[in-house]
């Protein structure tokens, strides 16, 4: 039986750990080749998608660049782009987490947490969508938040930054559709990741509280939620957010 | 091919426009180049050309005449 992603094409943004890392396996188990970015060159990394590049029998590159830094993404995307390959799959999962309320916010955080959770990911589509229009097929996901869905209080920049992301993913689907090209948002809840790891045991408890299921979902939970946007079962669907947060977000 | 040709080709591809026409085109001048007929526009050039344009480039380009003259930025003589 052919795989979902047999031969497809894809760029996936912090592929490193956590929600990435089980991006990457999930799409490369089926069949898809990768362009896996991340900021710091790591040989554990390395090694980590060599491994993975032999048992599931594709491609995968890894990729360098900082998403605080304009040139280093262009340089990093053109790296990709020179390629001449089709892209078929961006999926952009990097980001910073910083907690927080605005009197206890300084700007650099702000500026920081809105470069790498939104201006980066604008960028990297302005210069992979211009591939795929040529293409007049594509696919985005942007990885997004809960907390670009909600408001508690105490994520001003992480959650507006996320927010934002969203807005732009929804108005890109309408700019791209003519193309082909299908733009939607896995916005995942509490998830099992070092960046929970920023949350105190008082607030991990308020937050699973308020979530159905009462638990913190997977990294592979979220990654199920992206192979699926990923493939042909969800040509139909764009300007999408998928909310996957085990039943915390009232809509 | 020779750029001029090239460079009119894209055009007269993506506007399906004859090439008469080609000199007094501008942005927004018919209905085809609008903003999505744009996108599409600078897609194929940077493609044919080989080139990654600077989003101000992009914006700067208004028309048929002003292309040739950005692509000259890109070491494209037109």
Same mark, same amino acid.
């Given at each position: 039986m052919e795989k979902e992603l047999q031969g497809r094409n894809v760029i996936l943004t912090g592929g490193r750990k956590g929600i990435g890392r089980q991006i990457a396996g999930r799409l490369a188990e089926q069949g898809a080749n990768l362009w896996v970015c991340s900021h710091e060159k790591d040989i554990h990394f390395e090694e980590d998608m060599h491994e993975l590049s032999q048992r599931c029998g594709v491609n995968i590159e890894t990729i360098y660049f900082n998403l605080l830094d304009v040139n280093d993404i262009k340089k990093g995307i053109k790296r990709i782009l020179s390629s001449k390959l089709p892209v078929d799959i961006l999926i952009n999962n990097a980001g910073v987490a910083y907690g927080g309320v605005l009197a206890m916010q300084s700007m650099k955080m702000f500026h920081e947490t809105f470069e790498v959770n939104f201006f980066g990911p604008m960028l990297i589509m302005q210069l992979v969508s211009k591939i795929m229009i040529k293409q007049k097929r594509g696919n985005i996901i942007n990885i997004s938040s809960v907390s670009g869905c909600e &408001?508690?209080?105490?994520?001003i920049s992480y959650g507006s930054s996320k927010a934002a992301l969203i807005w732009a993913s929804k108005e890109l689907s309408k700019e791209l559709a003519p193309f082909g090209i299908r733009v939607n948002v896995v916005s995942p809840g509490t998830t099992r990741t070092d960046m929970e790891k920023n949350r105190t045991e008082k607030q991990m408890e308020a937050v699973l509280e308020r979530t159905a299921l009462r638990r913190m979902a997977e990294p592979d939970e979220i990654a199920e939620a992206v192979l699926f946007l990923a493939g042909?079962?969800?040509?139909?669907?764009?300007?999408? &957010?998928l909310i996957v947060d085990g039943g915390r977000v009232n809509y | 091919m020779n750029n001029l040709k090239k460079y009119n080709e894209i055009f007269m591809k993506v506007f399906s426009v004859e090439e008469k026409a080609l000199e007094e085109l501008e942005y927004?001048?018919?209905?085809?180049?609008?903003s999505v007929g744009h996108m599409e526009l600078i897609a194929e050039l940077e493609d044919g050309f080989d080139i990654m344009m600077d989003t101000d480039d992009i914006i700067d380009f208004s028309s048929y005449k002003k292309g040739i003259e950005l692509l000259k930025k890109y070491e494209v003589e037109v």
């Amino acid at each position: 039986m052919e795989k979902e992603l047999q031969g497809r094409n894809v760029i996936l943004t912090g592929g490193r750990k956590g929600i990435g890392r089980q991006i990457a396996g999930r799409l490369a188990e089926q069949g898809a080749n990768l362009w896996v970015c991340s900021h710091e060159k790591d040989i554990h990394f390395e090694e980590d998608m060599h491994e993975l590049s032999q048992r599931c029998g594709v491609n995968i590159e890894t990729i360098y660049f900082n998403l605080l830094d304009v040139n280093d993404i262009k340089k990093g995307i053109k790296r990709i782009l020179s390629s001449k390959l089709p892209v078929d799959i961006l999926i952009n999962n990097a980001g910073v987490a910083y907690g927080g309320v605005l009197a206890m916010q300084s700007m650099k955080m702000f500026h920081e947490t809105f470069e790498v959770n939104f201006f980066g990911p604008m960028l990297i589509m302005q210069l992979v969508s211009k591939i795929m229009i040529k293409q007049k097929r594509g696919n985005i996901i942007n990885i997004s938040s809960v907390s670009g869905c909600e &408001n508690y209080g105490g994520n001003i920049s992480y959650g507006s930054s996320k927010a934002a992301l969203i807005w732009a993913s929804k108005e890109l689907s309408k700019e791209l559709a003519p193309f082909g090209i299908r733009v939607n948002v896995v916005s995942p809840g509490t998830t099992r990741t070092d960046m929970e790891k920023n949350r105190t045991e008082k607030q991990m408890e308020a937050v699973l509280e308020r979530t159905a299921l009462r638990r913190m979902a997977e990294p592979d939970e979220i990654a199920e939620a992206v192979l699926f946007l990923a493939g042909d079962r969800a040509s139909y669907i764009t300007g999408h &957010n998928l909310i996957v947060d085990g039943g915390r977000v009232n809509y | 091919m020779n750029n001029l040709k090239k460079y009119n080709e894209i055009f007269m591809k993506v506007f399906s426009v004859e090439e008469k026409a080609l000199e007094e085109l501008e942005y927004q001048g018919i209905d085809e180049w609008d903003s999505v007929g744009h996108m599409e526009l600078i897609a194929e050039l940077e493609d044919g050309f080989d080139i990654m344009m600077d989003t101000d480039d992009i914006i700067d380009f208004s028309s048929y005449k002003k292309g040739i003259e950005l692509l000259k930025k890109y070491e494209v003589e037109v």
